[in-house]
């Protein structure tokens, strides 16, 4: 199966600076890849996704780039604010079969003022 | 309605009760999942149904029993639960291409917070 691992575990940065989480895969068939917001107490959400036939998206003032060929996945936030702190998870899944995605362990960043 | 609602929001239980876990979502999803949640740690995969169906079950105790009535509901029974279940337990659902796979986005509910005694 899929195995999807996850660094740093924890990220501190100073207010305005850029933040950057990488996720590798295992699964060469893998060709969706979305980023996960969970803040504390809370659910966790969608904040931006990429499918594999692509090698970067921006939202803003976060982006994700993917390598296929190195199978790895990148979470960028720039001009980072407090209420970015939270825990951010990547996944991947493949899109055929009905296999639901697997997630990373997550990734605790903390903004400070 | 973009919500996934799942109720309670805490359950406290003892290891002889019985209880159930609801979800709901009002989006035209045809599939549905629970996933469990410890703390500091990645949602985990539990059951995923697809068109009402069971299509996957990640070897999870028969004392979780899931149960998908329509296309909008989905329960989760519990039984004779252990102090190691408590955890945050999320639903989520997702869109199904016409009769294909899932389109891989996934909206979660809020959780249940169990905590069995």
């Known amino acids: 199966g899929e195995n999807v691992e996850q660094h740093p575990s924890t990220l501190s940065v100073q207010e305005g600076d850029s933040a950057v989480i990488k996720c590798t895969y295992s699964d060469s068939a893998s060709n969706y890849f979305p980023w996960y917001k969970q803040e504390l107490g809370k659910r966790p959400q969608l904040i931006i996704d990429?499918?594999?036939?692509?090698g970067e998206k921006k939202d803003q003032r976060i982006a994700v780039t993917l390598n296929k060929t190195a199978k790895h996945f990148s979470l960028h936030i720039t001009e980072t604010q407090p209420e970015d702190s939270a825990v951010y998870f990547c996944a991947a899944s493949r899109g055929t079969g009905r296999r639901a995605l697997t997630f990373g362990s997550g990734t605790r960043l903390q903004v400070q003022p | 309605d973009t919500e996934v609602t799942q109720t309670p929001k805490h359950l406290v239980m003892g290891m002889t009760n019985k209880k159930s876990l609801k979800c709901e979502q009002h989006?035209?999803?045809?599939?549905m999942y629970w996933y469990k949640q410890k703390a500091k740690k990645p949602p985990e995969l539990m059951f995923v149904?697809?068109?009402?169906?069971?299509?996957i079950n990640e070897s999870v105790p028969s004392r979780f029993s899931p149960e998908c009535p329509n296309s909008s509901l989905l329960n989760l029974h519990l039984h004779a639960l252990q102090p190691e279940d408590s955890a945050l337990y999320l639903c989520?659902?997702?869109?199904?291409?016409?009769?294909?796979?899932?389109?891989?986005?996934?909206?979660f509910g809020e959780g249940s917070r169990l905590t069995v005694l």
């Open positions: 149904y697809s068109y009402e169906k069971l299509s």
């Open positions: 989520a659902s997702s869109p199904l291409l016409e009769r294909g796979p899932p389109s891989g986005e996934l909206f």
């Open positions: 990429i499918r594999s036939n692509v």
């Open positions: 989006m035209g999803h045809r599939a």
